[in-house]
């Protein structure tokens, strides 16, 4: 979204990008949220259920790893494994070379960074703003903020399915441009679910899936920019 065809970032997109969805999180945090949270509860389903499970953030940071672990087993068994430095001695970090030489150009690889990125930043962002979920809404017409706090019931904002969803989904769209289509409209229909079964606000899903999309992008450019260097 904010990435040129020869990987590099479109800052001036970044920073209306960025400044739009200030705004429309302020938004839906003072108007819209509440109303349309209600409507897309009625939607709820056992799909919206199952991608609770399938899509969340650890789920995404373990399948991509074991992934990335049999395209490195894979490459191994072809040309083999170097783990000795120049003095033919056992080398660990030898071995890590070797490991990023066989996968930095894998899709594998440019998914787990890109969710990693997106990770880290959310969850700390969760803790710092510590927004209560909608549950508290639903029980007790409850809503507000307990920020630095980290437990799940206040750790709404962003939505972590969203933000890791959008990481890699729109990763494997920028490094697969013909299937760019559906890598979208499953994380749009990802973020979308999230609402549905009462897990997030709709602001909290429009947060994640900027950070993820923003990941996702300064992933692709940095790997491309400086990863075969860091290979050689």
């Not at 509860?41 to 991509?64: E, G, H, P, Q, T």
């Not at 909290?204 to 075969?228: P, Q």
Request: proline content about 3%; charged content about 15%.
């Amino acid at each position: 979204m904010f990435l040129t065809t020869d990987n590099k970032i479109k800052w001036n997109w970044m920073a209306w990008g960025t400044a739009i969805t200030s705004v429309l999180v302020l938004m839906g945090i003072a108007w819209f949220d509440k109303p349309i949270y209600l409507f897309l509860r009625n939607f709820d389903c056992m799909l919206f259920r199952l991608f609770d499970r399938l899509f969340d953030a650890k789920m995404w940071i373990v399948v991509s790893a074991v992934v990335l672990l049999v395209f490195y087993l894979r490459k191994a068994w072809q040309v083999g494994v170097r783990y000795r430095n120049s003095q033919n001695k056992p080398c660990f970090n030898t071995f890590c070379r070797d490991f990023y030489s066989k996968v930095h150009n894998s899709y594998a690889f440019f998914v787990l960074c890109s969710v990693l990125a997106a990770s880290v930043v959310g969850k700390a962002l969760k803790i710092l703003i510590g927004r209560m979920r909608p549950v508290f809404f639903e029980a007790l017409d409850k809503t507000g903020f307990v920020p630095f706090s980290t437990d799940w019931a206040f750790n709404s904002m962003p939505s972590g399915h969203s933000f890791a969803s959008f990481a890699g989904l729109v990763m494997l769209g920028l490094l697969a441009p013909k299937i760019k289509w559906a890598t979208w409209s499953l994380a749009i229909l990802i973020g979308f679910s999230r609402v549905c079964v009462g897990a997030h606000w709709p602001s909290d899903v429009i947060f994640g899936a900027f950070i993820g999309m923003v990941a996702a992008d300064l992933v692709k450019a940095w790997l491309k920019r400086y990863g075969a260097e860091i290979a050689r």
